[in-house]
């Protein structure tokens, strides 16, 4: 079946602009999860979202950031006011149930974003 | 809290030989462990977990990795590369049993040269 699918794959963007990032999780995967991948870094938790609960909002670096879950599939990331050091890979996963990482994440392919 | 080490930022090995990465974690209680790999423009894929039980655990693509509490290590190996294993390798805990965030190390790059 599909995977998890990220648009757009590559997005570059000026300093000050804000930004969309989308994910398709796996049909039928109640927990997404948003991780951002600096260079020469691991990935970073964002936020993390189950069902109907509250989202898991603790990983976010500022305000600047946030994110919504609609219909309990497609999800958005926004960043506004881009700076520099948001240049990264934003990498989306789904598991089939949340709330322990017991249960397997699966990847999308991320994407790419650049702030000049 | 808790967090993980890869100490080899980057590996080579010759195709047929065996590799081996290090993975060290911090954790308070009984980690579940995970080693994903990255292939360029692709997404992460899981290799192999270990949760509870046998210590040594098999993964796909021949690869297995022992965990070893004493040494709070988890490291993984393959006998024998193939040079489709190139690709970048990330060591992960999650918490245990409802922590449901993954701290994962900041990679190791495989070379496989021929």
């Known amino acids: 079946g599909a995977g998890v699918s990220q648009s757009p794959s590559n997005k570059v963007t000026e300093k000050g602009k804000d930004v969309e990032l989308r994910c398709d999780p796996i049909s039928g995967h109640t927990a997404l999860y948003w991780y951002r991948q600096s260079l020469g870094q691991g990935l970073e938790f964002l936020i993390y979202?189950?069902?109907?609960?509250?989202?898991?909002k603790s990983g976010l670096p500022s305000d600047r950031f946030s994110a919504e879950r609609t219909g309990g599939s497609v999800s958005t990331l926004t960043i506004q006011r881009t700076q520099q050091e948001d240049s990264a890979v934003y990498l989306c996963?789904?598991?089939?149930?949340?709330?322990?990482?017991?249960?397997?994440?699966?990847f999308g392919p991320g994407t790419r974003l650049t702030v000049l | 809290a808790q967090s993980v080490t890869q100490p080899d930022i980057h590996i080579t090995v010759s195709e047929g030989a065996s590799l081996e990465l290090r993975c060290n974690y911090s954790?308070?209680?009984?980690?579940?462990l995970f080693w994903y790999v990255q292939s360029p423009g692709q997404g992460l894929q899981l290799l192999l977990k270990y949760f509870s039980g046998d210590t040594l655990v098999q993964g796909i693509k021949g690869f297995e990795a022992e965990f070893k509490r004493s040494q709070s290590s988890f490291n993984l190996r393959k006998p024998s590369v193939h040079w489709s294993d190139a690709a970048e390798y990330f060591c992960?805990?999650?918490?245990?049993?409802?922590?449901?965030?993954?701290?994962f190390g900041a990679g190791t790059t495989v070379t496989v040269r021929a």
């Open positions: 979202f189950q069902g109907n609960s509250a989202p898991d």
């Open positions: 954790y308070g209680a009984t980690p579940y």
């Open positions: 996963a789904s598991s089939f149930e949340g709330g322990s990482s017991y249960n397997e994440q699966f």
């Open positions: 992960a805990v999650g918490g245990h049993p409802n922590d449901y965030k993954l701290s």
